[in-house]
């Protein structure tokens, strides 16, 4: 596929060396409640077997890097031999605050979509691309106008995702929890919470039901901690007796 300009003045080529840093803080800019490190991208994205330069579809306003597009065909097998040649995907796509409003999304979406039909590909998902998966889906109340221009381009829902973990981009206690913590601490030491430097993980054990997120503290390594369900675990080494837990659910929380 061949370089291009847009009517938005910004022109949409293929991915070359050098564009990682920009598009990095472009990425971080755009997607603010999902953002990526130089490392991150890097390894699932310029490492994965199936990268192609000429996917990543990288929008350009004179040297600045403004938004993109990034489109994968399988080139390496999952099991077997099957490439899966009718299937391709996006695994993800934005445009810099900047540079939006004059369609350049769907524009790059669009170019994107037009690689994958060169190449043979007549079915496109969204997200759920293996083996380096990068999002678990769309946040359509993060996103609504990247939701909007997914369905305006035929794109539709198929499932709901359950992501593994809980982002702290933005996260806040919830008002009865911040009580409750207040109350654990002082009863344990009899005066104000004190700062501390440890990160704390709570994972729920096999079989819960409860779909309700509790958070496990502590106020330092040597410390005593409240006596919350389940496994308190630091990394590396157990600080509380219990079954293994299996990671199904998990909050990291500073206090």
């Not at 654990?184 to 309700?212: F, K």
Request: hydrophobic share 35%.
């Amino acid at each position: 596929m061949t370089d291009r300009t847009t009517t938005s003045g910004a022109g949409i080529r293929g991915f070359r060396a050098g564009d990682g840093p920009q598009l990095v803080e472009a990425w971080r800019r755009s997607a603010p409640a999902d953002p990526i490190t130089r490392d991150r991208f890097r390894s699932l994205v310029l490492l994965d077997a199936n990268f192609d330069p000429q996917g990543l579809r990288v929008a350009v306003d004179g040297d600045r890097v403004v938004g993109a597009a990034h489109a994968v065909r399988r080139l390496t097998p999952m099991t077997g031999t099957d490439l899966e040649p009718e299937q391709g995907w996006i695994p993800f796509f934005f445009v810099a605050p900047a540079a939006r409003g004059r369609g350049l999304g769907r524009r790059l979406l669009t170019d994107a979509l037009g690689w994958l039909h060169s190449h043979g590909r007549t079915r496109v998902d969204f997200s759920s691309y293996t083996p380096n998966y990068i999002l678990p889906g769309l946040d359509a109340e993060a996103y609504p106008e990247a939701a909007g221009l997914l369905e305006s381009l035929d794109f539709r829902t198929l499932y709901e995702a359950a992501a593994m973990d809980r982002g702290l981009i933005g996260f806040r206690l919830p008002e009865d929890v911040a009580l409750r913590l207040d109350e654990l601490t002082r009863g344990a030491t009899g005066s104000p919470p004190r700062p501390t430097t440890t990160w704390w993980t709570w994972s729920r054990s096999p079989g819960t039901t409860s779909t309700r997120t509790v958070v496990a503290t502590g106020r330092t390594s040597s410390g005593p901690l409240p006596k919350e369900r389940g496994p308190l675990t630091h990394p590396g080494r157990t600080q509380r007796s219990g079954q293994p837990s299996s990671d199904v659910i998990t909050c990291l929380i500073r206090v």
